[in-house]
Nanobody, 117 residues
Framework: VQLQASGGGLVQPGGSLRLSCAAS????????MGWYRQAPGSRRELVAT???????SYADSVKGRFTISRDNGKNTLYLQMNTLKPEDTAVYYC????????????WGQGTLVTVSS
């Protein structure tokens, strides 16, 4: 499985962006998916998750502003980001986990989101 993240860019505070993560192969619907981010000088942190059953969860810092969703027919994960703040500036990565005979962990290449006026 290969993951390709896109949709990052420069946006003003209070603005919105939608990130996408396209997956290759035919097991996307079986993946536990998530968005992570890493700001300069900081550790990578979990932003939101979407289980294969459709459950979602969010970091406290983005609750009420970000929405994670998935389209299994299009093999694509999304992150709708609203009311962006400068502290949301980071490289955003999508992640997929498949639980087979062992744990398979897949990462996209990252897309940069910059929130600045």
């Amino acid at each position: 499985v290969q993951l390709q993240a896109s949709g990052g860019g420069l946006v003003q505070p209070g603005g919105s962006l939608r990130l996408s993560c396209a997956a290759s192969g035919n097991i996307f619907r079986l993946l536990e998916m998530g968005w992570y981010r890493q700001a300069p000088g900081s550790r990578r942190e979990l932003v939101a998750t979407s289980t294969r059953s459709g459950s979602t969860s969010y970091a406290d810092s983005v609750k009420g502003r970000f929405t994670i969703s998935r389209d299994n027919g299009k093999n694509t994960l999304y992150l709708q980001m609203n009311t962006l703040k400068p502290e949301d500036t980071a490289v955003y990565y999508c992640n997929g986990i498949y639980w087979g005979t062992r744990k398979y962990d897949y990462w996209g290449q990252g897309t940069l989101v910059t929130v600045s006026s």
